[in-house]
């Protein structure tokens, strides 16, 4: 392999694919945190010159780390079809996934035949339109009680978080996310409290709303896995099972994750739905990742964000999930540092997700200890949007008043779906032209606007149930 | 009129106009075509610059509200390796790790093994901590007494991250430390406080091995109510010898309307 390049008489060696790969890297805070960054855009770009040039066997040839991640990654990978794209370099990779009728040859199998180093590295070669327009073919349909992810479906997570999960407000605000025509991916409570009794009490609590408007819709408590294992014990209605997970092993122990853990939980849910009516498939996990979480642990063992965030990517892939997202501005500055690293990360990890073969969604979102504001979310949004983006969040007014961050609000959502003309899953669809939500695959005029919109749903929904 | 809709639906058709009885959230803000009213826009902007605003606020031990818990509890404040609050935003490896040779001040100040060690940080919220600690504090240390715990010195860590319980539990070695820190300034609110608890924090410890009562301020978890939640976590690590994501909470949060009724 390929070490070292002369860029107009400098020289730059790298001393293994590990470090290669980070210098590579687009300007990340997290890999200057860590320490593995590029010292010069110079370095940077001879970096990129040489990964461009490595085989992808090369990949197989040289694991970055040894541990039960890389174990999954390897075992799950077809190696019929490897074994046509070996001799590949990153570089033609890159131009393979850019090229006409690529999404075919990708369906046809070649998305089995990436792992996510691979799809790591063809990232960081790629410009931010690249990433977009190679990401819009690639469609990953998923089904739980609906169906997401199909070509021109952009789908909606209701985020109805409250500071003491206080049932009545968690409640209020996922109707009001469902007047806007949200919640189609999921309506999904982060809890502030992690108590089992707790977990329960809002599990029935999303399922009696959802049984009360009779919409084909999924619901989710983003409690510890283990949480929501304990409640599905106790009888709690769990329709995807949540879980925060990262790319490597010792990421996933600072988590309190296991492999063995998440597929032995899988396996509890699916055997519930069974018992249960309204499930159309058997996609049941919920993952969310986000660049920088590796690092955050001190489990990123020398590698980069971007190449750690893809193998989260792999892990998620061996549990079929219905939804994973990227939390993309989520843990800080020390990681994403400002408004043009929080954007290029979206892009980035959409076109990984996708081309990986993940439900890929994103939440778009910011801190307030970030060089970013709304503008941020508001051009992410509209970028990802045309990336076709499986889906994005739904939070009241933007503002996540439990986790104290900004997201896309229920207003973003609605307006971006007209913006590039996207539909929710086409089950819900069906369900907002009935209740009046919808007119003609338009947000209808009297919805989502103040009080007296609620009442007339209600009225709606009542009128339906006869 | 909402008297035979569900009981989901009238709950929620009956609070109305009234959301702020039952959320902070932002909800039936009306809009314009799919964006939000003017004044929902701007009120957005203001709130965001406050937020803003509360990660470079301060607070003094010489100055109301700490200097009566100085005077109190004889707190005294120490500092993390982060020396700025540039370096503590950029470097959070630093803000995990006390200064050098803040643990001998702290072995000459406090008390080695006790039961109980509350620690202050400012966190991304100095305004959380001057908001909700003079509270939360005099009760918190008031019953762990009453339990027949043995409770340590208080003290206040600046440019603080919650890795900074591994150092602390190595210094003083005590069997529960628990961290009353600010938490990142939200728009809703600026002025949240986190309580992380850990048994016996050692190096190399992760989140997996705490827990957490997050949304300390009044529009969240009272003060009172907080307490409650740390002593029962840590009346369960004693229990169960461990503290971490194996060890739940037993209660549910108390809910906005049965807190403001106390």
Known sequence: MKRSVTLRGETFHFADLRELMARANEPKAGDRLAGIAANSERERVAAKMALAEVPLSGFLDEPLLEDDVTGLIVDSLDREEFEKLRSLTVGELRELVLSSNFAAEWQRGVRDALTPEIVAATARIMSARDLISAAAPLRSVTRCRNTMGERGVLGVRIQPNHPTDDIAGVVLSALDGLMFGCGDAVIGVNPAGDAIENVVALEHALQDLIGAVGAPAQSCVLAHFTTQLAALERGAPVDLLFQSIGGTEATNVGFGVTLQGLAEGREAVLASHATRDGFIGDNVMYFETGQGTALSVDGHGGIDQLTCEARAYGVARAFDPFLVNSVVGFIGPEYLADATEIIRAGLEDHFMGKLLGLPMGIDICYTNHVEANQDTTDQLLVLLATAGCNFVMGVPGSDDVMLNYQSTSYHDAAGVRELVGARPAPEFAAWLEQTGIFADGQLAEGSANGPESLQAFAESVKELGR | ?262
Request: aromatic share 4%; charged share 25%; proline share 5%.
């Open chain 2, 1 to 262: 009129m909402s008297a035979d809709l569900p009981d989901t639906l009238r709950g929620a058709v009956d609070v109305g106009g009234d959301v702020s009885n039952v959320t902070p959230a932002r909800l039936l803000i009306g809009r314009t075509g799919t964006a939000y009213r003017t004044s929902t826009q701007l009120q957005l902007r203001a709130d965001h610059a406050f937020a803003k605003d509360a990660l470079n606020a301060t607070f003094s031990l010489d100055e109301s509200p700490m200097k009566e818990l100085v005077k109190r509890f004889d707190l005294f404040e120490v500092t993390s390796e982060a020396a700025s609050r540039e370096e503590y935003l950029a470097r959070p490896d630093k803000g995990r790790r006390l200064e050098a040779g803040v643990a001998e001040t702290l072995r000459e100040n406090c008390l080695s093994g006790v039961d109980l060690q509350v620690v202050i940080g400012d966190g991304l919220s100095p305004l959380a901590v001057s908001s909700q600690v003079p509270s939360l504090l005099g009760p918190l240390l008031d019953h762990a007494a009453t339990r027949g715990w043995s409770v340590g010195r208080p003290f206040v860590v600046r440019n603080c991250r919650v890795g900074v319980m591994n150092d602390i539990g190595e210094a003083l070695d005590a069997q529960n430390v628990v961290l009353l820190i600010g938490e990142r300034p939200g728009l809703a609110t600026a002025e949240s406080l986190s309580a992380y608890l850990a048994h016996r924090p050692r190096t190399g410890d992760t989140d997996a091995q705490r827990n957490l009562v997050s949304n300390i301020h009044p529009a969240g978890v009272a003060a009172e109510d907080a307490v409650w939640r740390i002593l029962g976590l840590v009346d369960a690590f004693v229990i169960q010898g461990r503290s971490g994501f194996m060890v739940k909470e037993s209660a549910r949060p108390t809910s906005l309307s049965e807190a403001s009724g106390r």
